[in-house]
């Protein structure tokens, strides 16, 4: 089963948009446009550290310098109207970070998503990343 296939039907099981009007995942999530919100999320240190303890087990992303990157990037389903209504993290084979950071942006993109221009549920991406 393809990511588009496993994102699609996770999106279905809402029920808030009828599965008609779910636009198709491409396979190259670069193609996927950047999320934009209204006011833009705040990050702060201490919610860094409460992921890096859900790092344990986890490879890094990229390892620099005795440290390591996480790049845990994400897709939110937009309705249009600037309603978020899904988030999916995209694997980075480490579970508790990837869901730590999809919880991170349902709660930041809340009444915060900027409407799409077309008015129609359109899929957004976007991406936290760590150091440490």
Request: proline residues 8%; charged residues 20%.
């Amino acid at each position: 089963m393809s990511i588009s296939t496993l994102i699609l039907a996770a999106a279905l099981q809402t029920g808030s948009i009828a599965s008609s009007d779910i636009p198709p995942i491409p396979d190259n999530l670069n193609s996927v446009p950047v999320a934009e919100f209204r006011f833009q999320p705040e990050y702060t240190y201490r919610e860094s550290l409460k992921a890096r303890k859900l790092t344990s087990g986890c490879t890094p992303s990229e390892k620099v310098s005795g440290g390591g990157n996480y790049f845990v990037e994400v897709l939110l389903l937009v309705d249009g109207k600037g309603s978020l209504r899904r988030v999916t993290p995209i694997s980075i084979q480490c579970p508790a970070l990837e869901e730590y950071v999809a919880r991170y942006f349902a709660r930041a993109g809340a009444r915060n998503m900027k409407p799409t221009p077309d008015k129609k549920p359109a899929w957004r991406r976007s991406v936290l990343k760590f150091y440490w």
